[in-house]
């Protein structure tokens, strides 16, 4: 079996002109494969196979993934969201419910739902259908003293 070896560099000095490096990083490859790939945190962008940003979102995340259909799934700003990329639509969203402080991670599940986890007073993980209602609710022990 071949072994496949891929290092993405993300370059994290200011001084670094635009010209002579890409702005959030270039890929280095010793079989030469290149892949674009989903950069979450305090930018959320797509970085191309050519090191360009394909596609920027504007904001903090927590969590995301390029879904199998090319749409992205993301956890910003306490919404779970599914936008496709070509439009900038969202086309799927669940908000963090009131009672609690923070939203975590969002996973698409196999069978088209979406596992989304909640962190606060009544911290959770939720399995939500693609119309919005909650499937499978599960609390979670807060850590306490």
Known sequence: ??????????????????????AFGEQRSESGIRHSF????NSTVIVSENSTVELDL????RDG???????????????AKE?????MQVV???RLATENKELGTCVRLENGN????????????????PNGSVVVEVALQPETD
Request: glycine share 8%; charged share 15%; aromatic share 6%.
């Open 1 to 22: 079996m071949a072994k496949l070896i891929a290092t993405f560099i993300i370059l994290t000095s200011l001084s670094v002109s635009a010209q002579e490096k890409p």
């Open 38 to 41: 989903l950069i979450t945190g």
């Open 58 to 61: 504007k904001g903090n995340s």
């Open 65 to 79: 993934f390029v879904l199998p259909g090319g749409n992205v799934l993301v956890s910003m700003a306490n919404v």
């Open 83 to 87: 936008i496709d990329p070509k439009t």
């Open 92 to 94: 799927w969203s669940y």
């Open 114 to 129: 979406t596992l989304v986890v909640e962190r606060g007073v009544k911290p959770r993980l939720l399995e939500i259908a």
